[in-house]
Structure formats: structure tokens, C-alpha cells
């Protein structure tokens, strides 16, 4: 694995534990209310308690989560390093003199080397007098002897390492308000890798202390912040206008700058990605539909994001959340926060700006912005995703070239044996805003907030063996639901179930393996068994059984075809010219043996272009040959 791809991970890995964070932040936000004054002072002081819990454990949680993202969800490593860090915390109270506390970079450490100790070991074979200790609980065993060790180590090193943290901090802090904008810089660029999260890590939850009237110190801009630091919230505040304005005034730019016949379909999916952005923080989905198309801008993006921060730092503005810079945690972290109401106002500026800043370079640099030309855009999800499953595992090379899949906030992150296999363009069509290839095997395809959801569903296709067999596209040009075929008989599935092409070359080529079962006498039309028994009709137009002589036939009854194999040659022009409709059904005439069906969606597709349908069989193939 290259580096890029074990950062990769190891972001996956470190963002893990953050998503309890949210729930410390609720439950503060409970506390803080005047239960008192309503009779009930128990409840303030149990949620404060809860919620002061979670960053109190949260090394724990980090060892557990990073140990879990580095060894793809194995819990005998999240329980490796859940060891490790009370073997630690133990050795370092007890030796350490009360100036070594668990912090989470420690954390960090243990879960890594927990899950590469998982990795490497967990098959190991002993002696069979001590295969006791084999397999699996090598691991438990040699994390447990490593991290007595390794906290007799921290006693020496501890200090030394927090010096050096202080003195980044000290540095950061000597750098005022451009800090912040470097810092503000790198947070947007390392974004668009999926790496932000090392980088938060550091400034988030290691830089700067602060001892709570308990005598506990916390680290970090973010615990510090929940604690009650009053020097806390710089490195969140900026982000504010950014999520909750900024960002959403582009998705507002890029429907306003849409063609008029694609503006309702882009309106409703940039619309509902922006509230997403406005009250979560997810900003993914909009800053990859023009990242790819014009990286420039996203530069300028960068910038503008690290001026925020310099901006917000300079007003005095203290602030901080827990999930992401979202109206959500706006509200609900609004009573621990300083000047946070003049977020409100950077934010409607930073919106102004970015609405005319993106319309005015759209425009004027024909940017090709979901809507500015036909092409996908994130579509609804919802209810699509059981169906589009199998397409996307086959777009990634199927289930052969899949080592690992992995999902984050709003990605898959993938390694596969062989990143070209993958169908770009197919990824796009279904519905991905980008994908990044970070080399050896290790990619990202951005889905939004429906990526997890993704995940499962090719997760179990990874795990069934389905009776399943994929259809490429016959032709070049648009393809259509088999309801829209100008032809009664096709509508209403009478033949058999299946969609339709309006061709745009000549051309019509096999889209499944299997052998040619009739080829009709004026050669208009021709019937495929595939190897598993389904009986495929292609059928070039609609009422063009009586022109003779504009068909060519390149194969002959009997035949055994291939996807992508050219079947008949037709005359475009003079079916235009003759023929009612160029409409070309491609239907399954026994559909009986269906199952479940998945479509691509409904748009141009290439000839031979994989897989424009899925279909999964009641029952396994038998005598045939799985393709």
C-alpha cells in the first residue's frame, strides 16, 4: 500500500471515534439548561456528568475506533487496544506523579499499532504446546505485554512530546490570525483527499491544555472548548460561515446558472445538498460537483475559507462543535461561545460573495456544473439504492477486484487489486460527484451522505453468491424505460420486461454472453439465449419487419456471442426516414426467471458500456457458466 493510501486509512481510522461526539454535545447542551428553576437540579448535573464522560474516555474511544478503521472492523483489536490504553493509564497514573494523563494522540498510537498487530498476526501458528496463545489472542496477548512497555517509555518521553506540542501551540498562537488562515488553507485542500481528518486530529484534540475546576486536564481546541476554556474555539469558528453560508450560496449559484430543461432536476439536488450543508456541516457533495471541472476555483475556495478563519479571529469570535460547523451545532453549542452571534453577519457577506463569485465564473468560464450540460448530478437516493448496488460493484470492477471497502461521512473509500478496471464514467452515471485516485489501488467515490448506506449493499453482494447476470448497453445512444416505447405491445411488458435504446449509429452489438437462439428473416430483430437460460430480444425500431435490405447481419443462428460483440448493421438514416419510431427494445421475453431487476439511470450510454441492467435469477444457474 502506498503512503498516500495507508493516510487514507489511517484518516478513516482517526475520524471513527468523533461521530460520539455529537452526543456529548447534547447532552451538555441539557445540562445547561435551568433544570433547577424547574425542580429538577438531578438532571442537569447527570448530563453534565454524561456528557463531561465522553471527552473524559475519549482516548479510549480513539484507540478503539482507530483500531477498528486500521483492521477493517475486527473487534478482538478494538479490544487489544481497549487493553492497552488501561494498561497504560494504570502504569502512568500510578508512576507518572499525577503529570501523565491518557491523552489521544496516545490513543491514536495504541489503535494503530493495535490494528497493524491485527493484521499481521492474527493467523499466526505457535507450537502446538502454546497454540493456546495463537491466532487472535497473540494479538491480545503481545498488545498487553507491548503497552507496559510502551507506558514505561511515556514516563521518559511523555514530557518531552508535551513540550513540543506547547511549543507548536505557543508557535501557532505567536502567528495570530494568518495561522489560523494557513491552517484554514490546508483544512479545505486536504478535504478534497479525505485527509483533513490528521489534521484536525492535531489542532482539534492535541494543541493547547486546560485544567477544569476538577483538577482533569483536557487537550485540544475542541475538548478544551466543552470544558469551558474561554481561549477555545478558534480553530472551529471559522468554519461557520463557510458551512453554514458560503458553501450553500455555491449550490444556490450552480442551480441559478443551470440550463432551463435540466434547472427542476438540478434545483431539487442542489437544494437539499445545501440545507444538508446549512444545518450538518456536509459540504462534500457541493465542492466536488465543480472541484474536478474547475480545480482553480477550489483554490480560490481555500482561500477565501482560510481568510474566514483569520476573519473570525480578529472579531474575537469563539466557537466550537462537535460533528461539523452546522446550524445544528450553532444552536446547540451557542451557550459555551463567545461573539458567536456576529457569525450571522460574516456569514450572509460570505454568501453574497460566494453566489456572485461562482455565478460570475460559471458563466463567464463555461464551467460544466451538474445542470450546464446533460450529465449526472446527486441524485435522490432514497429508495434507489438496493437497485443501483449491483451497478456500482460492477462499475468498480466487480466483486473480484474489491480488497476492501470502507465508508466515511460522504465516501467510499476503496482498495482495489486494479484501479483500471473501474468505469469512470459508468461511477458517474450513477450518481458519484467525483472520484479520487490516491495510486495503489486506493480510491475515493464521493456519494454523499447516502455513502454508508452504499457500503452495506455492496457489502452484501460481496458476501452472496447471486445468481446474477449484467446486460451492456446494444447501442449507442439514449436508453429508456420500456413503459415510454411507442409501441402497446412493448409498453405493457406483453413481450417481456426489460428497456429500450433510441439509437444513434448503426450498429447493434450482444450485450450478454450467450448463443443466438433466431435471427428474424428481414434481420430487424434476433433472440439470445444467455448461458444461464434467460431468452433476450433485441429489436432494431418499431414496425420495421418490412424493410427489407437495410439490415446486415454480421452472426447466424447458433452463434456464440460475447458483450460488445457486433450482431446487425442497420441503416440509420433510411430507418429515420421509413420506419415509426427508431425506439430498440431490449426485453427478457421469459421474466418469470427474474427475481429482482437494477437500471442504470435513464441517459445516453455509450455502445457495449457496462452495465446498463442488472438482473438477479430465482434460482442458481445450472449446467451454464457464471460470468
Known amino acids: 500500500m502506498n503512503w498516500l493510501g495507508s493516510l487514507q486509512q489511517l484518516g478513516r481510522a482517526v475520524m471513527l471515534p468523533t461521530m460520539v461526539l455529537p452526543a456529548a454535545a447534547i447532552l451538555l447542551s441539557l445540562g445547561s439548561l435551568p433544570w433547577s428553576t424547574w425542580g429538577f437540579p438531578m438532571v442537569s448535573d447527570m448530563a453534565n456528568a454524561a456528557g463531561h464522560g465522553i471527552f473524559y474516555f475519549l482516548p479510549y474511544l480513539f484507540a478503539v475506533g482507530v483500531a477498528l478503521g486500521m483492521s477493517n472492523q475486527a473487534g478482538q483489536a478494538g479490544l487489544a487496544a481497549l487493553a492497552g490504553m488501561a494498561i497504560y493509564d494504570q502504569v502512568t497514573s500510578r508512576f507518572g506523579n499525577g503529570l501523565i494523563q491518557p491523552a489521544t494522540l496516545i490513543g491514536i498510537i495504541l489503535g494503530v499499532i493495535s490494528g497493524v498487530v491485527y493484521n499481521r498476526f492474527k493467523s499466526i501458528k505457535l507450537p502446538e504446546v502454546l497454540q493456546f496463545f495463537g491466532g487472535t489472542r497473540f494479538v491480545l496477548l503481545l498488545i498487553g505485554l507491548f503497552s507496559a512497555v510502551f507506558a514505561g517509555f511515556m514516563l521518559v518521553v511523555a514530557p518531552l512530546i508535551q513540550r513540543g506540542l506547547q511549543f507548536i501551540a505557543g508557535l501557532e498562537s505567536s502567528l495570530g490570525g494568518f495561522g489560523l488562515f494557513v491552517y484554514g488553507i490546508l483544512y479545505r485542500l486536504l478535504a478534497a483527499f479525505g485527509l483533513h481528518h490528521l489534521l484536525n486530529n492535531i489542532f482539534w484534540f492535541q494543541l493547547g491544555t486546560y485544567q477544569t475546576p476538577s483538577g482533569h486536564i483536557v487537550q485540544g481546541d475542541l475538548p478544551r472548548f466543552f470544558a469551558g476554556d474561554p481561549t477555545a474555539g478558534f480553530f472551529m469558528s471559522g468554519l461557520f460561515p463557510i458551512m453554514m453560508f458560503a458553501i450553500p450560496a455555491i449550490a444556490l449559484a450552480i442551480i441559478q446558472e443551470a440550463r432551463e430543461d435540466l434547472k427542476p432536476k438540478v434545483q431539487k439536488t442542489f437544494l437539499t445538498a445545501a440545507l444538508v450543508c ?229 450498429e447493434l452489438v450482444s450485450p450478454v454472453y450467450g448463443t443466438v437462439m433466431h435471427l428474424y428473416p428481414t434481420m430487424h430483430a434476433l433472440g439470445i439465449s444467455t448461458r444461464e437460460g434467460l431468452e433476450v430480444l433485441l429489436h432494431i425500431g418499431i414496425d420495421t419487419s418490412q424493410l427489407k435490405g437495410k439490415f446486415t447481419a454480421m452472426v447466424e443462428a447458433g452463434d456464440t456471442v460475447e458483450p460488445g460483440q457486433l450482431l446487425i448493421k442497420f441503416d440509420l438514416q433510411a430507418l429515420r426516414a421509413q420506419a415509426p419510431s427508431l425506439v430498440t427494445p431490449m426485453v427478457i421475453t421469459n421474466p418469470d426467471r427474474v427475481k429482482s431487476w437494477s437500471f442504470a439511470p435513464f441517459k445516453t450510454v455509450k455502445k457495449g458500456q457496462a452495465s446498463v441492467m442488472s438482473v438477479v435469477l430465482h434460482d442458481r444457474n445450472v449446467g451454464g457458466v457464471e460470468t
Open 278 to 506: 446549512f444545518f450538518t456541516g456536509v459540504s462534500e457533495q457541493i465542492e466536488f460537483a465543480f472541484l474536478f471541472a474547475a480545480p482553480y476555483l477550489f483554490l480560490v475556495h481555500a482561500v477565501m475559507s482560510g481568510l474566514a478563519m483569520w476573519l473570525t479571529f480578529e472579531l474575537d469570535i469563539h466557537h466550537g462543535f462537535s460533528y461539523s460547523a452546522g446550524f445544528i451545532d450553532y444552536v446547540l453549542n451557542f451557550h459555551l461561545s463567545h461573539n458567536a452571534w456576529l457569525l450571522i453577519p460574516v456569514g450572509v457577506a460570505y454568501g453574497l460573495v460566494y453566489y456572485v463569485l461562482f455565478r460570475w465564473a460559471i458563466r463567464r468560464f463555461r464551467i460544466p456544473t451538474p445542470g450546464c450540460e446533460e450529465g449526472s448530478v446527486l441524485e435522490d437516493w432514497a429508495g434507489n439504492i438496493p437497485y443501483r448496488a449491483p451497478l456500482i460493484l460492477e462499475a468498480l470492477g466487480g466483486k473480484e477486484n474489491i480488497v476492501q471497502v470502507e465508508a466515511c461521512i460522504t465516501r467510499l473509500r476503496l482498495t482495489v487489486h486494479n484501479d483500471r478496471l473501474i468505469d469512470t464514467g459508468a461511477i458517474k452515471a450513477l450518481g458519484s460527484a467525483g472520484l479520487i485516485n490516491l495510486g495503489g489501488g486506493n480510491l475515493q467515490v464521493v456519494f454523499g451522505t447516502y455513502s454508508e448506506l452504499i457500503r452495506e449493499e455492496i457489502a452484501k453482494l460481496m458476501e452472496r453468491d447471486l445468481p446474477q447476470i449484467l446486460f451492456n448497453a446494444p447501442v449507442h445512444g439514449k436508453m429508456l424505460p420500456i413503459h415510454e416505447v411507442p409501441d402497446k405491445i412493448f409498453a405493457s411488458k406483453l413481450v417481456g420486461d426489460g428497456v429500450a435504446f433510441v439509437p444513434e449509429r448503426g
